[in-house]
């Protein structure tokens, strides 16, 4: 069974600074790898989608990576902003492919 | 383009009471979800349909049941509501493939007291 881990739980840092999600999953046998941002009482936002053939996907100020073999994927935020925080939650299909596994999500703080 | 469509936003129940909560996607998508958020948990499947008149158990089937009468629409019914399904729902569609995003609704917060 798919399991999707993301540490840190929670991360705060100052406004300007670069930083990075982690997100690890069990099996690596996935056809793709979805980022989502979540803003408190809201719903989810798909941020990135990266395909199983795919390293890599950017929209502007983040970046995606995604190994495989290792089970990893990785969000980095450049230049974070205060309007960067929210919660940022990973998700792959499981291993039939007809629904999404989530992780618990890794909440981000970004003080001015 | 609306995408999804979740409604109501907000409700609150008594506990043995029974509601409808309706899922709309103008997307064409195939698949439809309902998941459900909360604290500690994650985002746990409940149920999910791949075409209309079809639908099958995820996680957490217990105390629900859904209905995929359209393909637009996903209907997801508490008949006897209990204070264990307070929760935030949300309902996801996606197209058939590999090459595909899922795309959530704006969520229903229910409170069942």
């Known amino acids: 069974k798919q399991e999707v881990t993301q540490i840190p739980a929670a991360l705060s840092v100052p406004e300007g600074e670069n930083l990075v999600l982690n997100c690890s999953f069990t099996?690596?046998?996935?056809?793709?790898l979805q980022w989502f941002r979540q803003d408190p009482g809201k719903g989810l936002t798909s941020l990135l989608l990266?395909?199983?053939?795919?390293r890599e996907q950017t929209s502007g100020r983040l970046n995606a990576s995604l190994d495989k073999s290792s089970g990893r994927s990785t969000l980095y935020i450049a230049a974070s902003q205060p309007g960067d925080s929210a919660t940022y939650l990973c998700?792959?299909?499981?291993?039939?492919?007809?629904?999404?596994?989530f992780g618990k999500g890794t909440t981000l703080s970004v003080s001015s | 383009n609306a995408g999804v469509t979740q409604t109501p936003k907000f409700r609150v129940l008594k506990t043995g009471q029974s509601m409808t909560l309706l899922c709309a996607q103008d997307?064409?998508?195939?698949?439809m979800y309902w998941y459900r958020q909360d604290p500690g948990m994650g985002l746990r499947l409940i149920h999910y349909?791949?075409?209309?008149?079809?639908?099958a158990k995820g996680e957490v089937p217990d105390g629900y049941n859904v209905s995929r009468l359209k393909k637009q629409n996903f209907l997801l019914g508490l008949e006897s509501a209990a204070p264990s399904q307070t929760s935030v729902y949300f309902c996801?569609?996606?197209?058939?493939?590999?090459?595909?995003?899922?795309?959530f609704g704006s969520g229903t917060r229910l409170t069942v007291v």
């Open positions: 998700a792959l299909p499981d291993q039939a492919g007809t629904a999404l596994i």
């Open positions: 099996d690596s046998a996935i056809y793709n």
């Open positions: 349909s791949v075409g209309e008149g079809t639908t």
């Open positions: 990266i395909q199983s053939s795919q």
């Open positions: 996801a569609s996606r197209s058939t493939g590999t090459n595909y995003g899922y795309t």
């Open positions: 997307m064409n998508h195939e698949y």
